[in-house]
Every structure is written in C-alpha cells, then in structure tokens.
C-alpha cells in the first residue's frame, strides 16, 4: 500500500509564509496528477491546488492564485506547495492526494493523513 507523507504544516502569523511538502512512499508506475486538497472546520474540503505529470499543466483556486505556488519534486513522487502573505482564512487542515494508474491501467488514488496549517491575526 503506498503511503503520502506530508511535513511542513505549522503556526504562522498573517503575512507569513509555509511550505509544505508531500512524497509517496514508492514509485508509481504512472501518475496522471498530485495536488493539495483543504479543510477548514465547518467547511467542505476544497481543491487548492493540483499539478499534472511533469508539470506542464497547474490548477489553483480563486483564493490563493497569485500567492500559492505548487510544484514537482525532482523524485517524481513529490509534491511541495509554497504558500506565501498567509491569510487567516487559510487556516484549515492540508491533504495532499496522488491519482495515477497502475501497470495494468487501474485507476489508483492515495491520500495523506493531512497536516494543519494556521495563520494567526
């Protein structure tokens, strides 16, 4: 079972900057793409960000265009997102997700545990 690891959740103050990192625990055979999912309390979880295999394509949401950036690790199993001028709003906890496909074409798709990201007034 492949397992996304994800580190780089935190405390910061608004204004502040965080970047989390995400990286599947082996080597898929095809991933179609990896992204960062979030949920704040109360709230549905949303699509903040996604980026296809080989990151040609990027997908952000209205609410953080201009101030999150996603991007692929050289390992071609990671995923980071820099998240800069923080808002309080951002609050919320952080999943980062993988779909791919196996050797025989199976769709597959994996998440993370999630980590909390908090930005203080």
């Known amino acids: 079972q492949v397992q996304l690891v994800e580190s780089g959740g935190g405390l910061v103050q608004a204004g502040g900057s965080l970047r989390l990192s995400c990286a599947a625990s082996r080597i898929i055979f095809s991933i179609d793409d990896m992204g960062w999912y979030r949920q704040a309390p109360g709230k549905q979880r949303e699509l903040v960000a996604a980026?296809?295999?080989?990151?040609?394509?990027?997908n952000y949401a209205d609410s953080v265009q201009g101030r999150f950036a996603i991007s692929r690790g050289n390992a071609k199993n990671t995923v980071y997102l820099e998240m800069n001028d923080l808002k309080t709003e951002d609050t919320a906890v952080y999943y980062c997700?993988?779909?791919?496909?196996?050797?025989?074409?199976?769709?597959?798709?994996?998440w993370g545990q999630g980590t909390q990201v908090t930005v203080s007034a």
């Open positions: 980026i296809t295999n080989g990151g040609g394509t990027t």
């Open positions: 997700y993988l779909r791919g496909r196996t050797k025989m074409r199976r769709e597959i798709e994996y």
